[in-house]
Structures are given as C-alpha cells and as structure tokens.
C-alpha cells in the first residue's frame, strides 16, 4: 500500500473518513496488529470468508455514518459456527440501507487486560497532537487522557502512559497481569510517526486497542482526513 497515494485519492474524491476496513489496513502497514478481516457483499461471501479466517468471527456493517457500531447494532459479536455467521448476516441486513451492504468478517480477538484508546487531534495552533488513555465504551464517561504534541519520543511516549490515572490497571492491578509497555510505546511512536509524514490526516481514533501482557491489537479505528481546501 502506498499510503501517500491512498490519502491524496481519497482527499480528491472527497472521501475523507475512512472506514473502519481502510482505517486498520492502513495501520496493518505501518506495523499495527488488526485482526484478520475480509470485506465481503453477500451472504455466501460472508460465510466463505468466515471459515477462511476461523471462529470465532465477528460481523461488522461498513458505512461511514455509523461511528459507534456497538451503539446501533451494527457489529455481532464471538460468533462461533455458520448458523450464527448466516443469523448475524441476516440481521445485519435489517439495519443496511440499499448503499451500505459491506460487510466487514473478522476474527474475534482474545480477551484482554483492558481497553485502550489511542487518538490523534489537528490542534489549529500546535500541529497534531496524540491521545492515549482507557478506551473502550467508557472513555467518553471516564475522560481519563494524556496527550503530547507530535513528533513525541520514546520518553514522551512513557509520560503519557504513566501520566494517566488508570495506570495502575496497566501495571498488576489486583492479581491482573502487567501490560506490556513497550508494546503501547512502539504504537504512540508509529502513529506520531505517520501524522508528521502525512499531515492529510486531521484526526485518527484507535478504540478499543486491547492490551496484553504480550502485545496488543487494535480491534476497531477510524481516521478522518483533512478537507481539500483545507490540505497543507
């Protein structure tokens, strides 16, 4: 993928919020871990790609004006044979209007020590900025957040990692396993990196990203890019 040319295509054709499908290939390219995903437009594509990829699967219907798919039923969820893919499709259906009939099959990822949010913002004075913090369905409630102007470094990165109040849940909270840092460190450090390359990009909103004491995974992203006469 060329990323540079992605942008610029989207940006001319006025396509400027990628979903959720184009948001993680492109973080798969910059080295980000997404789960295994097709994007299928029948059921019998949908069935297909969902003994490709394995069980447990999840269905997610693609649009642009749905931001908060667990809001709106639009994402199914841990579904475990073709009986409950073909149910899934089938609802999904209900809610489609005649445009939206993607559907996006993808592996369910594995429970984790919790969910994070990592985010990017175009401050008008000071450039993009990043956001890291608890993520999941919460985040808007909790608002337990750091943020650093961009290009952070790997000190950065910590400060804003420890800067949070729920660091404690990422550190053996109660008996749960340490988190593994230096995973979340090398994420700020790829997305710092991509928005000083591509300053198309005005704002980005990786969440959840579910953290292990190995690893993470981001399970769900949308990243909207800068109008065109907006575009520096």
Same mark, same amino acid.
């Given at each position: 993928?060329?990323?540079?040319?992605?942008?610029?295509?989207?940006? %001319? @054709?006025?396509?400027? #919020?990628?979903? %959720?499908? $184009? @948001?993680?290939?492109?973080?798969? $390219?910059?080295? /980000? &871990? #997404?789960? +295994?995903?097709?994007?299928? @437009? =029948?059921? +019998? *594509?949908?069935? =297909?790609?969902? %003994? *490709? /990829?394995?069980?447990?699967? #999840?269905?997610? &219907? /693609?649009? *642009?004006?749905?931001v908060h798919k667990s809001d709106t039923g639009a994402v199914k969820l841990n579904l475990k044979n073709i009986k409950e893919v073909e149910d899934a499709y089938e609802e999904l259906m209900k809610i489609a209007s005649q445009k939206e009939k993607k559907i996006s099959v993808q592996k369910m990822a594995d429970e984790p020590i919790t969910e994070l949010i990592i985010g990017m913002t175009t401050d008008p004075q000071f450039g993009p900025a990043l956001m890291f913090g608890i993520g999941g369905i919460l985040v808007e409630l909790l608002e337990d957040v750091s943020f650093?102007?961009?290009?952070?470094? $790997?000190? +950065?990165?910590? $400060?804003?990692?420890? +800067?949070i109040k729920g660091f404690p849940i990422l550190d053996g909270f109660r008996g749960k396993p340490k988190a593994d840092l230096v995973a979340i460190v090398n994420t700020l450090m790829k997305i710092s990196d991509l928005v000083v390359k591509h300053e198309e990009i005005n704002e980005m909103d990786l969440n959840p990203v579910f953290i292990y004491d190995k690893g993470l995974i981001c399970v769900d992203a949308r990243i909207i890019l800068k109008q065109k006469d907006n575009n520096i």
């Open positions: 993928m060329n990323i540079t040319q992605v942008l610029k295509n989207k940006i %001319e @054709s006025n396509q400027t #919020v990628l979903t %959720e499908f $184009e @948001s993680k290939e492109l973080l798969r $390219e910059i080295g /980000i &871990l #997404v789960p +295994d995903q097709k994007l299928t @437009s =029948s059921k +019998d *594509e949908t069935l =297909s790609a969902a %003994e *490709e /990829i394995g069980f447990p699967i #999840v269905l997610k &219907l /693609i649009a *642009e004006d749905i650093r102007i961009a290009p952070i470094t $790997e000190y +950065d990165a910590n $400060e804003m990692i420890h +800067d």
